[in-house]
């Protein structure tokens, strides 16, 4: 059996932040694998289904970020799991945008929700990091990670979720292999869903310069050396007779 736990915060003035990538991951893998509806359990939000074959129960805590861990610890005592049958979907501030990386036990790197977990069945959980990128300041962070995906960053993150559930059967089997082959493929997914840029069709010649004989090129000569003459003159006869 795996538990995989999405990390954010509950209700709708959350629900697009940076900081709930791990409940949308979460659900779109529920989604596109037929997962039961959610049902309130474990103080926060369950849907049981399968993959490959296993039982897999979805967990999104509703305790808020900072206390996920007594949703995900209740959750491990009643099914009796250790700590390696639990993967963590969350927001990562190191990594770029739409980046994803797999890793085994490990430090909480200031995360909130992976410290609370932490504290409550210890490090030795699987985390699958989803990358949000650095604001640049850390005075910025608590903003960025309150704050909504960007317009131009939804499409990119919608098909990141998208390859993410469909490849979520490798996340089963628990071994580095797979976890390498599951970051591989979602990765190539997205590569080959990549929009193309269109290409600018080549501009077709002026008449200027099509002209075999030169008489374009030829009357803007005249132009240069009326206007010398006129300069000299003053006005032509043509010229009078516009004016007049």
Avoid: C
Wanted: glycine share 10%; no cysteine.
């Amino acid at each position: 059996m795996l538990l995989i736990v999405g990390l954010g915060n509950p209700g709708p003035n959350y629900a697009g932040h940076r900081h709930n990538v791990g409940f949308m991951a979460l659900e779109a893998i529920a989604q596109r694998h037929g997962f039961s509806a959610w049902r309130k359990r474990f103080q926060g939000q369950v849907a049981e289904g399968q993959l490959n074959g296993v039982k897999v129960v979805a967990l999104e805590p509703l305790t808020y970020m900072n206390n996920s861990g007594q949703a995900v610890g209740e959750a491990l005592r009643f099914f009796k799991l250790s700590p390696d049958a639990v993967l963590v979907l969350h927001d990562e501030l190191d990594l770029a945008p739409g980046k994803i990386k797999m890793k085994r036990g490990g430090g909480h790197a200031g995360h909130n929700g992976l410290r609370s977990i932490t504290q409550h069945i210890g490090p030795d959980f699987r985390r699958l990091r989803i990358g949000i990128g650095h604001p640049g300041d850390k005075s910025r962070v608590h903003g960025h990670v309150l704050s909504d995906l960007a317009k131009a960053e939804q499409p990119h993150f919608e098909r990141l979720f998208k390859a993410m559930a469909e490849q979520a059967p490798l996340l089963v089997e628990n071994s580095e292999q797979a976890d390498n082959a599951f970051t591989s493929k979602v990765m190539q997914s997205l590569l080959s869903e990549r929009p193309k840029k269109t290409t600018q069709p080549p501009r077709k010649s002026t008449p200027l310069q099509q002209s075999p004989s030169g008489a374009a090129n030829h009357r803007s000569e005249e132009g240069v050396l009326a206007r010398a003459l006129r300069n000299v003159l003053g006005p032509l006869t043509g010229d009078r007779r516009r004016d007049e």
